[in-house]
């Protein structure tokens, strides 16, 4: 079975610093997504990695994802204040060529980012 | 606004009542996901459906659980006889099915308190 986790749980910003939130899996995951959970609100999709090496960047957020290390990184960049958030990454796994639709997601990272 | 909806957002129930929630997925959406998170945890998936199939159930789905999507449009979640520990968000998500990205898009949540 699938598991991920994510480090830091907590990580405190000031603006303008750059930092990375680092998501390990334990199996094989064929596909790897980030979301984006604002306090009391659902989850925003920011990201979907679909394979080894894949990189995706909008704005001040870039992921990335090496599949032979088990792990994807989301990397902020200049952080703003507008970025404090929690921020998930999930795993879901694949059979022959359609999803098996079940995501499974890591504990979360509460960023704050402080002036 | 054509994203998922849930309905009721908050509900409030006594322990041992029965409570049903709904949700109305993007409407070319043939993927449906139902998903429980608690406070300061990542979503953990319960059940999903294609079209009117209900394709897989957590083992967190216990007996008192049961979900439907009878046409194949919006689907119902139902809880018999609430415990306290069901007190959680309950989050539906829908999706496309393909060989490509199957991103999943979330609706607002429905908090359910059992007192």
């Known amino acids: 079975e699938l598991k991920v986790e994510q480090n830091p749980l907590f990580l405190s910003m000031q603006e303008g610093k750059n930092y990375t939130i680092y998501c390990n899996y334990s199996?094989?995951?064929?596909?790897l997504y980030w979301y984006r959970q604002d306090p009391g609100k659902s989850l925003e999709s920011l990201f979907v990695?679909?394979?080894?090496?894949a990189v995706k960047q909008e704005g001040r957020l870039m992921a990335s994802l090496d599949t032979k290390a088990r792990l994807s990184t989301l990397h902020i960049t200049a952080a703003v204040h507008d970025l404090s958030a929690t921020y998930f990454c999930a795993g879901g796994l694949n059979a022959g060529g359609t999803s098996y639709g079940k995501l499974t997601f890591g504990q979360g990272t509460i960023l704050t980012v402080h002036p | 606004d054509t994203g998922v909806s849930q309905d009721p957002r908050h509900k409030i129930t006594k322990r041992g009542q029965n409570v049903t929630f709904r949700c109305d997925p993007i409407s070319e959406h043939n993927r449906l996901y139902w998903y429980r998170q608690t406070l300061g945890q990542g979503p953990e998936f319960l059940t999903y459906?294609?079209?009117?199939?209900?394709?897989?159930k957590s083992r967190l789905l216990s007996d008192r659980f049961s979900a439907e999507r009878p046409k194949g449009s919006f689907s119902t979640l139902e809880i018999q006889r609430t415990e306290q520990g069901d007190s959680a968000m309950y989050l539906c998500?829908?999706?496309?099915?393909?060989?490509?990205?199957?991103?999943?898009?979330f609706g607002p949540g429905t908090r359910l308190l059992v007192l």
């Open positions: 990695l679909l394979s080894n090496g």
């Open positions: 199996t094989t995951s064929d596909r």
């Open positions: 998500a829908s999706s496309l099915t393909g060989p490509i990205q199957e991103t999943q898009y």
């Open positions: 459906f294609q079209n009117e199939a209900q394709l897989e």
